[in-house]
């Protein structure tokens, strides 16, 4: 489920190491850019902190 509906891969599918889920992007009251996701190993919910390297992208450059 994303803000902006541009999944890369089908609710279910099975990914593996470099596979791009998504693509983040904000519409209505978001504050910024985000995509949201969730991870099942073996059909149990998990959280992904223990199985992916989690990161925040960089804060974009906004000109004045």
Do not use: F, I
């Not at 998504?22 to 998990?46: D, I, K, S």
């Not at 990161?55 to 000109?63: F, L, M, S, T, V």
């Amino acid at each position: 489920r994303s803000s902006d509906p541009k999944l890369a891969v089908e609710p279910g599918a099975e990914v593996k190491r470099g596979d791009v889920l998504g693509y983040a992007g904000e519409t209505g009251r978001a504050n910024g850019p985000h995509l949201h996701w969730v991870m099942y190993v073996n059909g149990v919910n998990v959280n992904p902190a223990q199985w992916v390297k989690l990161q925040a992208c960089a804060k974009p450059r906004r000109g004045r």
